[in-house]
């Protein structure tokens, strides 16, 4: 997908306002990303100048730290920019994933950072830790401390984690085994 594409799916996703703090944030993101891809030392060396002076003044109005080192999937959507967003480097995150405010996703200080599958709702408060794996379509709780590996359609809730299957994988396996 060419960047615009990327940009004006983020702009669409996210009320379609150039004031939005967290389409202005993705969109210095997708930036900083193109200037680190450049393949052109003097060009990478400009734009990725360019990048720090927009991230620094971004980062000071909207909170919102996505290093472009970051791998974000498609049509990520961050849900409420009232607060603080904060991702580690090393992170990846698939399609279609929602973040609310005041999130932490990154390490806790030994090492490799979190992968995230597809389709994964992350709740306001919340910090996903560690070189762990978030399965797909999982929904994590609004408060939630995530230090372990959570397997896919699954809930978790609570500090320290707990994880519950999710009810729309419940009831699939009962059609699955009526039929």
């Given at each position: 997908m060419r960047l615009f594409d990327v940009i004006r799916g983020d702009y669409n996703r996210h009320g379609s306002s150039?004031?939005?703090p967290a389409f202005v944030s993705l969109a210095i993101y997708r930036y900083g990303r193109w200037a680190v891809s450049l393949r052109n030392p003097v060009a990478?060396?400009?734009?990725?100048r360019f990048?720090?002076?927009?991230?620094?003044?971004?980062l000071n109005v909207t909170k919102i730290w996505i290093p472009p080192?970051?791998?974000?999937?498609?049509?990520?959507?961050i849900i409420h920019a009232e607060g603080s967003l904060s991702i580690h480097p090393e992170v990846v995150i698939g399609d279609r994933c929602g973040v609310m405010h005041n999130v932490t996703i990154g390490t806790n200080m030994r090492?490799?950072?979190p992968v995230?599958?597809?389709?994964?709702?992350?709740g306001v408060n919340s910090t996903v830790l560690g070189p762990i794996r978030i399965g797909d379509r999982v929904r994590i709780g609004a408060n939630t401390a995530v230090t372990t590996n959570v397997p896919s359609d699954s809930v978790v809730v609570g500090s320290p984690a707990k994880i519950y299957p999710s009810l729309t994988a419940t009831a699939r396996k009962r059609e699955t085994a009526d039929a």
């Open positions: 150039l004031t939005e990478r060396r400009v734009a990725s990048y720090g002076l927009l991230k620094f003044l971004i080192q970051v791998r974000i999937g498609e049509d990520f959507h090492g490799r950072a995230i599958g597809n389709d994964v709702f992350i």
